[in-house]
Every structure is written in C-alpha cells, then in structure tokens.
C-alpha cells in the first residue's frame, strides 16, 4: 500500500467515526463489547504475544526441566508392542503334567494355523486363536497391545520369546511361562533410542509449546488480575438489599 492510500483510508476511517459518534453508535452495547474485545487482543498482543508467543520463547530451563520429565521419549531400550494367547496351566501343576502336555498341544496346533497365515493383523490373530478356544480349554487373549523394553517387566520365558520374533504380524513359537503356554503376536517395534536434547530441541520446543503457553497464560492473567484495582460503590450495602441507589432522593 503506497502512502496517498494509507492516508485516504486514514481520513476514510476519522470520517465514519465522526459520522457514528453523531448518530449516538459509539455508546451501542455492540459496539462497546467490540471495543471491549479488541482492548483485550491488544492487551494480548502487546503484553503476553510478544514474549509468549513461539516456541522460541520458552526459557532454557524450563526447558531442560522438563526433557527430564520425558526424557524416555528420546532415550530408551528397544519397545516391543504384543498380544499373546494363553492356554493357562495352574503354578501347583508340574511340567509334563496330563494338563501341561494338553496345553502345549492345543497351543502348537493354534501356532501351526498362525504360520500359515503371516504376517497377521490383530483381528485376524485373534479371529484363528478363537476357534480353538472350547469347553476343555478356554484361552486367555488380550484385548489391546501391551509394551515393554527388554528385559523389564515381563516373565524371562515371555520377554525372550518377544524378542525373537523376526518381524511385526508374526508370532512366537508356543513357550512355557509361569502361567502357562503362550503364543505371542508382535504389533509394533519401537526401536531403541538415544537422543539429547541438543540434538532435539526444536523438535522439543514444539512438543512442548502448547501446554508451556497455557500454563504462562494462566500465571500471566494471574499477576494482571493480583494488580487491578477493585472500587466499592458506597451504595453497594444498597444493591445488596435489594434498593435501587438511582432511584433515592436527591436533597
């Protein structure tokens, strides 16, 4: 825009505010809401917007603080997401037990369906192991992935078998757990990591933004409103009765 148009706008805008304050449209509750809600994006934009208003701007050590609340998001062990199917075996039951050795059975039948169908999705997994599911042996499925490094968390038997299946939508080999015999179907493979914050801080800064901004705001609006100032109306005892303080006789 060249500067002969910016001062025709100029006059152009001086012009209908005259012309509105004549007709009385200065004082309209409309246009003083308006006046209200810009007075407050002014505010907004001058006094927190500016220094709350990127990534950029969230200080270093608040920052550094919390990476070290999620640090495990960029420095961990090898997760594996799984779904396994249990032919369950009572503890007091010993192994080669007539009801271990059935287990097991039932268990290398449902693998053997398994292998001729990898890789497997979920529904699909869980569509072949329910039709070996009966009244002799009813088998425990999970519902929903569940995750874990290496080496924590899981039984031995079950985390080794999850960590030998070679590839997502395949299937571990029936193993003997503490709970019984288990087939296990590997989802997804978060692979391991080991980041610092230099090498993410960007990206970081960006994860972080939204809730740090949120927090600010509400600190922020904290402080404005510890510093405005209240005034009581002499006739607030008046107001609070019920009376009209308008309305009293003037002496």
Not at 21 to 46: I, K, M, N
Not at 93 to 121: C, F, H, I, K, T
Not at 215 to 225: C, N, S
Request: hydrophobic share 40%.
């Amino acid at each position: 825009m060249d500067a002969e148009r910016a001062v025709a706008d100029c006059i152009d805008f001086e012009l209908l505010a005259i012309e509105a304050e004549r007709r009385g449209y200065s004082t309209h509750p409309a246009a003083v809401d308006v006046r209200r809600r810009e007075a407050v994006r002014a505010l907004l934009r001058t006094d927190f917007e500016a220094t709350h208003g990127s990534p950029a701007d969230i200080p270093a050590d608040a920052v550094r603080q919390k990476f070290e609340d999620l640090k495990l998001r960029y420095d961990h062990p090898e997760y594996r997401y799984v779904v396994f199917a249990r032919a369950p075996v009572p503890r007091s039951e010993p192994r080669g037990s007539a009801r271990d050795r059935e287990a097991e059975a039932r268990m290398r039948a449902v693998y053997r369906a398994l292998l001729r169908e990898q890789p497997l999705s979920i529904d699909r997994w869980r569509q072949i192991v329910k039709q070996f599911d009966d009244d002799k042996l009813t088998l425990q499925v999970t519902t929903d992935p569940i995750n874990a490094p290496r080496h924590r968390r899981w039984e031995e038997n079950f985390a080794a078998a999850a960590f030998a299946i070679p590839a997502v939508g395949h299937v571990s080999r029936p193993t003997r757990t503490r709970w019984g015999w288990d087939i296990i179907l590997l989802t997804k493979i978060l692979p391991e990591e080991h980041r610092t914050l230099a090498e993410v801080e960007q990206e970081f800064r960006a994860l972080i933004f939204r809730p740090w901004q949120k927090y600010a705001f509400e600190q922020w609006l904290d402080r404005l409103m510890r510093r405005a100032t209240v005034w009581i109306s002499p006739d607030v005892d008046r107001l609070l009765a019920g009376g009209d303080p308008l309305s009293r006789d003037v002496p």
